[in-house]
């Protein structure tokens, strides 16, 4: 049976240090039993201390990409990550109109764990405008949030206020997540696409091993996806996945370390 095992793609950069980006969402879709592709939109010098540089694709090689996986493989599911910039996003836009990936999972990347900008500001419209409105799910952070919304976050309400304002720009289901929030819980906010909505919280660690999380969410959720779970069970899954590899930890680099992928790989 030609092209039956799940199967699901990443579209993003790369980390060098092998914890963010394509390199997360790899590993996290290996161990949530799919095969994963990858679509790869920048190349990013980057260990657990910081990014040093980066390179966005050129568009042709965006496009064969592409190309090359939809003529060969069946992707059941694909996400974005860094998108690097207006030129790259559109790009990326124009390739979801012209092959059918399945859901899409849009991971807003802004800014590294270290702080370096990954997408130009020029660029947030482009995600906001032509980007969500594709997305099956959206899943940015607070500040992510924030800069999507034009709004200030800062409290529950305001978490709930951004999610339907998110909705309202075209995402059919939003996870805004609470991991930039103060407190000994990390709680999330999730509104569907049939208007239910719920908090998934769970304690917070203390550990500086937390590069990549949003990636390996968002990957996490794909995976499931691809599986063809509904999005409520894969949310919820993907969830309990992330949270047992930051409480497993791993001790890699001397900065914001990786998460341990294989963790939660019997969750």
Same mark, same amino acid.
């Given at each position: 049976?030609?092209?039956?095992?799940?199967?699901?793609?990443t579209v993003a950069g790369t980390d060098s240090g092998g914890?963010?980006?394509?390199?997360?969402?790899?590993?996290?879709?290996?161990?949530?039993?799919?095969?994963?592709?990858?679509?790869?939109?920048?190349?990013?010098?980057?260990?657990?201390?910081?990014?040093?540089?980066?390179?966005?694709?050129?568009?042709?090689?965006?496009?064969?990409?592409?190309?090359?996986?939809?003529? +060969?493989?069946? /992707?059941?599911? #694909?996400?974005?990550?860094? =998108?690097?910039?207006? &030129?790259? !996003?559109?790009?990326?836009?124009?390739?979801?109109?012209?092959?059918?990936?399945?859901?899409?999972?849009?991971?807003?990347?802004?800014?590294?764990?270290?702080?370096?900008?990954?997408?130009? +500001?020029?660029? /947030?419209?482009? #995600?906001?405008?032509?980007? =969500?409105?594709?997305? &099956?799910? !959206?899943?940015?952070?607070?500040?992510?949030?924030?800069?999507?919304?034009?709004?200030?976050?800062?409290?529950?309400?305001?978490?709930q206020l951004a999610g339907h304002r998110l909705q309202e720009?075209?995402?059919?289901?939003?996870? #805004?997540?609470?991991?930039?929030?103060?407190?000994?819980?990390?709680?999330?906010?999730?509104?569907?696409?049939?208007?239910?909505?719920?908090?998934?919280?769970?304690?917070?660690?203390?550990?500086?091993?937390?590069?990549?999380?949003?990636?390996?969410?968002?990957?996490?959720?794909?995976?499931?996806?691809?599986?063809?779970?509904?999005?409520?069970?894969?949310?919820?899954?993907?969830?309990?996945?992330?949270?047992?590899?930051?409480?497993?930890?791993?001790?890699?680099?001397?900065?914001?370390?990786?998460?341990?992928?294989?963790a939660g790989r019997n969750i």
């Amino acid at each position: 049976m030609v092209n039956e095992f799940p199967q699901a793609l990443t579209v993003a950069g790369t980390d060098s240090g092998g914890g963010a980006g394509v390199m997360a969402d790899i590993k996290t879709m290996q161990e949530r039993h799919v095969f994963a592709a990858a679509v790869v939109v920048a190349v990013t010098a980057q260990n657990t201390i910081g990014v040093s540089d980066f390179m966005a694709m050129p568009t042709k090689l965006i496009d064969e990409q592409f190309k090359a996986v939809a003529d +060969d493989l069946k /992707i059941r599911a #694909v996400k974005t990550g860094m =998108l690097a910039d207006v &030129t790259s !996003v559109q790009t990326v836009v124009r390739n979801f109109e012209t092959y059918d990936f399945g859901p899409l999972t849009v991971d807003p990347v802004m800014i590294a764990k270290g702080g370096a900008k990954l997408l130009a +500001d020029d660029a /947030i419209k482009t #995600v906001r405008d032509e980007l =969500l409105p594709l997305a &099956t799910i !959206v899943t940015p952070n607070l500040p992510e949030a924030e800069e999507l919304t034009e709004m200030h976050i800062k409290d529950e309400a305001t978490m709930q206020l951004a999610g339907h304002r998110l909705q309202e720009l075209g995402a059919k289901n939003v996870i #805004v997540k609470g991991g930039h929030s103060d407190g000994n819980q990390v709680s999330d906010f999730v509104l569907l696409e049939d208007g239910q909505s719920f908090w998934l919280s769970a304690p917070r660690i203390d550990t500086v091993r937390t590069h990549g999380t949003g990636d390996t969410l968002s990957s996490a959720i794909t995976a499931e996806l691809a599986k063809e779970n509904d999005i409520e069970t894969a949310i919820r899954t993907a969830k309990k996945y992330v949270q047992a590899t930051i409480a497993d930890g791993i001790e890699v680099g001397h900065g914001h370390g990786p998460l341990n992928h294989w963790a939660g790989r019997n969750i």
